[in-house]
Antibody, heavy 121, light 107 residues
Framework: EVQLVESGGGLVQPGGSLRLSCAASGFTFNSYWMHWVRQAPGKGLVWVSRINGDGSSSTYAEFVKGRFTISRDNAKNTLYLQMNSLRAEDTAVYYC??????????????WGQGTLVTVSS | DIQMTQSPSSLSAFVGDRVIITCRASQSIRNYLNWYQQKPGKAPKVLIYAASSLQSGVPSRFSGSGSGTEFTLTISSLQPEDLATYYCQQSYKTPYTFGQGTKVEIK
């Protein structure tokens, strides 16, 4: 059974940092692209970042470039999101998602339960 | 960035009704369009990928169509468990943008 379990969320002050983790199981982790998508309270889904299977290629939404870093440890089957210089508008539930990227086609086929990040003084 | 616009933003229908949700892209995205369902308090799950392919395990009352810039998600016979918000998402190019969502309620 595919499982994605996020952790690391919490309350942080503006300007602070947080590192999210996502523990993956039930599939061959290094064969999949992985994404982070966030959802502010009561709002819609917003794509944040993605990384390929071996960690050599990553892409970011413009609003997190230079502040967030996606990475993965395939030996530990874990995805990370390092978030620096956090702002109030980064407050959201952050979802870790698997993407088989079959034949170059991306689909977000399994989602974690999400972890809430609250940026507030 | 590619803008995705859904309509309507919300709808209310009876059990058994046919429901159609539309998604429009600001430029051609060929068939790089996915649909997700998010039930209250839960993570989203994929229903349709590549515009018209039904994800494994998803009931056949859900279907998708379209290509280029115009897409539709159809629920052929609305069920009480379909109470949810539905999102389209383009995977043609990053950033992978979502529509604003369509909230489906049961009358």
């Amino acid at each position: 059974e595919v499982q994605l379990v996020e952790s690391g969320g919490g309350l942080v002050q503006p300007g602070g940092s947080l590192r999210l983790s996502c523990a993956a199981s039930g599939f061959t982790f290094n064969s999949y692209w992985m994404h982070w998508v966030r959802q502010a309270p009561g709002k819609g889904l917003v794509w944040v970042s993605r990384i390929n299977g071996d960690g050599s290629s990553s892409t970011y939404a413009e609003f997190v470039k230079g502040r967030f870093t996606i990475s993965r440890d395939n030996a530990k089957n874990t995805l990370y999101l390092q978030m620096n210089s956090l702002r109030a508008e980064d407050t959201a539930v952050y979802y870790c998602i698997r993407d088989p990227d079959s034949y170059g086609y991306s689909v977000l086929d399994y989602w974690g339960q999400g972890t809430l990040v609250t940026v507030s003084s | 960035d590619i803008q995705m616009t859904q309509s309507p933003s919300s709808l209310s229908a009876f059990v058994g009704d046919r429901v159609i949700i539309t998604c429009r892209a600001s430029q051609s995205i060929r068939n790089y369009l996915n649909w997700y369902q998010q039930k209250p308090g839960k993570a989203p799950k994929v229903l349709i990928y590549a515009a018209s392919s039904l994800q494994s395990g998803v009931p056949s009352r859900f279907s998708g169509s379209g290509s280029g810039t115009e897409f539709t998600l159809t629920i052929s016979s609305l069920q009480p468990e379909d109470l949810a918000t539905y999102y389209c998402q383009q995977s043609y190019k990053t950033p992978y943008t979502f529509g604003q969502g369509t909230k489906v309620e049961i009358k």
